[in-house]
C-alpha cells in the first residue's frame, strides 16, 4: 500500500516539478521537485520488489524521521510566513510611507515583467496612486537569461500605469534580495534620506515579504514595514519550499 503511494507521489511530483520548469523562472529550483519526485519513486520502486527491507533497520527509521522532521519544518515555516504577509497588504500599509522599494524579478524575453514581478508592480502602483507624497525605488539587476534590467522593465511599466518619472528612482545592479536592501539603502542616502529612519515599505509577493523585511530589519533599515502582493496559488508551493530554504540560507550567513 505505502509502496503504491510512494509511485504515485512521486508521479505527481514530478508532474508539478515539469510545470514549475515550463514556466522558465530563470531558476532550476524545478530540479528540487524533479529529484523528490525520483526518490519517492525509488523508494516505492524498492518496496515493491523487497529490497529496502533488507536496508538496516536505523537507516530506515533516520530516513523516515528526517521525512517527517523535514514536512513539520516546512509546512510550519509555511504558515508562518504567510500569516505574516496577510497584516501587510498594501491597504493595510501604513499611511506615512516616504519611499517603497519594489524588489525585481523575472522579466520575460519580450522585456515585460513576469506574472509575480507584475503582482509587485500592481501592489506598488495601489499604494502610490492613494499616497502621492511617496516615491518608489525599483531594484533589481539583469539576470542572464533578461533582456533588460528588471529595473528598467520595472520603470516602464509604471509609468505606462500614470506613475511620474520624478517618483521613481531604479536600482540596476543588486542580483538578490540581500543586495535589493543594501543598494536601495545606498540610493536613499544619494536622495538625502536616512534608510536607518525613514519610513519605507518593501513591495514584494506574500511568500517573501517576510524574509525581505527581516533582511531589511537587519541592514538597519528599522521603520521598514512589508507590503505583500498576490502570488497565484499553484506556484505557492514551489515558491514557499524555495523559500523555506532561503529563510533558513539567510539565518545561516547572518542576513536576518
Known sequence: MLANILLIMGALLAA???SIMLVWSGTIFFLVWLALAMIAT???IM????LWQHLPSLLRKALGAATIIGLLVVISLSSYVMHKSRTSTPNKA??????IIVLGAQVRGDGSPSTVLRYRLDSAIAYLDTHPNCQAIVSGGQGL????SEA???ANYLLSHGIAQE???QEAKSRNTVENILFSAQVLKEHGANPHHVPIGIVTNDFHTFRATAIAHKQGLKAAVGISAYSLPWYLPNNLLRECLGIVKDTIAGNM
Do not use: A, H, K, S
Not at 94 to 99: H, K, Q, R, V, Y
Not at 145 to 148: K, R
Open 94 to 99: 501604513p499611511d506615512n510611507l516616504e519611499w
Open 16 to 18: 508539478y516539478g515539469l
Open 47 to 50: 518496496m515493491r520488489r523487497g
Open 145 to 148: 537569461n533578461e533582456p533588460t
Open 42 to 44: 525509488g523508494i516505492g
Open 167 to 169: 517618483r521613481i528612482v
Open 152 to 154: 528598467e522593465c520595472m
